[in-house]
């Protein structure tokens, strides 16, 4: 089950971030970001985003 929410978060992780990044790539574009510079900017938010995902799925009631 933890496999399973994890890769669930994973997935959305990069969903989102793919819809953060093509809804605001006319900025990207305008600043002329090399693809290196996108993919970067793409796995970090990805990253950021599944980490916050994991932890909110993953709190333990005390």
Not at 9 to 30: D, K
Request: proline content about 0%; cysteine-free; hydrophobic content about 65%.
């Amino acid at each position: 089950m933890r496999r399973r929410v994890s890769s669930l978060a994973i997935t959305l992780s990069v969903v989102i971030a793919f819809w953060l990044i093509w809804s605001r790539l006319h900025i990207i574009v305008w600043v002329q970001a090399s693809f290196w510079q996108i993919l970067i900017v793409f796995a970090v938010l990805a990253v950021a985003l599944f980490l916050g995902i994991d932890h909110l799925l993953n709190q333990t009631r005390d």
